[in-house]
Every structure is written in C-alpha cells, then in structure tokens.
T-cell receptor
Framework: DARVTQTPRHKVTEMGQEVTMRCQPI?????VFWYRQTMMQGLELLAY????????DSGMPKDRFSAEMPDATLATLKIQPSEPRDSAVYFC?????????????FGQGTRLTVV | DAKTTQPPSMDCAEGRAANLPCNHS???????VYWYRQIHSQGPQYIIH???NNETNEMASLIITEDRKSSTLILPHATLRDTAVYYC????????????????FGKGTHLIIQP
C-alpha cells in the first residue's frame, strides 16, 4: 500500500534548536509538497519540488526555513533556529501528474511543538 | 487566496446522502475542481476531481454545473467515519505533463454525521 511517510510524527524542542523533518514520497511520484497547518492559518503551502528541483518556496520564511530533496526518496524541511510560532503540524504530500490529472497524497504529518 | 466559497459547517444523518456545495464563480476554463477531506488528526485525503463533466468514484460523486460556477460533492450513504472537514479547491490544469501545482486550501466545510 503506497503511502507518504513522515518522520518524526511528534517533536518537542526548545526555542533556538534546529529541527529537521523528513518525508519519503510515494515511489515514482515526481512532485513533493510541504504544508503547514495551524488553527489560525489553516493549511498553508510552504514549498514544493518537481523532479527534485525547487519550484516554489514563496510561502516559506526564508530566514529560518529550508527545504531540500537530496534524492528522489527523501525530502527534508529544516527550521533553524526554531521559534514558538513555528509550532504546527507539518504535512508532506507527493503527486504525479499527466495532462493535468494530478492528485496529491498526504502523509500523516509531523506535529512540532517549540517551547 | 482561496477561490472557492463553502459553508463552514453542515450536519447529515447517518445513512443519508451528504451534499456539500461549493461556489467557484471565478473559475477559468483551464482549472479543475478538486475535493479533499481531512479527518481529525490525519493528513488531507484526496476524494475526487473534475473539469466539466460529472465524475463518480468509489468514494463520492462530483456534480459540476454547466456554467462551472459551482459544484456539489455527494457522499451517497454517509457514515460516522465521513465526519471531517471537506475542502473544495480549484486548481490550474497542467498541460506540460508531469508534476502538479500546489493546492490552495480554504477553510472548508466541517461535515458532521449524526448517528
């Protein structure tokens, strides 16, 4: 059963620490998305990659956030230094599209708490 | 900005059909209508999408009006497990093949299935 896998599922860290979240997209998918969800803002698109190249990261705070895809089976989202306002659930999704018929499949998320 | 309008909440009796409306009056000819749902504490789940014809799959049916300015998601026999937030999203059609644009989520409709 193909699925997007995110690790860790939960992370509690102190303000100022570095946080790395990992995502394993569905094998064969060529697009990876990172979303953040909070009660106030809902689901926000942070960044996404196509064929491992960054396509759009305009939703991501550039000073502390970075997203990479070191290979086709791994995407990472890093926050350095972390702040309490970064507390949220971070979702990774992967997709494959041909001719406009493109769906994105989401992982279970990483719940980040910065204290 | 989300390009869709949905009621914030709806109730439906278990076993009955749940009809979730969505207005997308500014939709353009090269945009699809997508539906996702998010069950509490899980990642969003793809349900169905369409361009101008009605669509049906094992989860739901999607009815798009002839002018494409609105649509209705139908869950034919709602169960308690269908209680979730349902998101209606318009999304650009990708013609170049491969990849997908990011999904912009609004507030959605919180559907509550009553026993």
């Amino acid at each position: 059963d193909a699925r997007v896998t995110q690790t860790p599922r939960h992370k509690v860290t102190e303000m100022g620490q570095e946080v790395t979240m990992r995502c394993q997209p569905i094998l064969g998918h060529n697009t990876v998305f990172w979303y953040r969800q909070t009660m106030m803002q809902g689901l926000e698109l942070l960044a996404y990659f196509r064929n491992r190249a960054p396509l759009d990261d305009s939703g991501m705070p550039k000073d502390r956030f970075s997203a990479e895809m070191p290979d086709a089976t791994l995407a990472t989202l890093k926050i350095q230094p972390s702040e309490p306002r970064d507390s949220a659930v971070y979702f990774c999704a992967s997709g494959l599209g041909y001719g406009g018929q493109a769906s994105a499949f989401f992982g279970q998320g990483t719940r980040l708490t910065v204290v | 900005d989300a390009k869709t309008t949905q009621p914030p909440s709806m109730d439906c009796a278990e076993g009955r059909a749940a009809n979730l409306p969505c207005n997308h009056s500014t939709i353009s000819g090269n945009e699809y209508v997508y539906w996702y749902r998010q069950i509490h504490s899980q990642g969003p789940q793809y349900i169905i999408h369409g361009l101008k014809n009605n669509e049906t799959n094992e989860m739901a049916s999607l009815i798009i009006t002839e002018d494409r300015k609105s649509s209705t998601l139908i869950l034919p026999h709602a169960t308690l497990r269908d209680t979730a937030v349902y998101y209606c999203i318009v999304r650009l059609r990708i013609e170049t093949g491969g990849g997908a644009d990011g999904l912009t989520f609004g507030k959605g409709t919180h559907l509550i299935i009553q026993p």
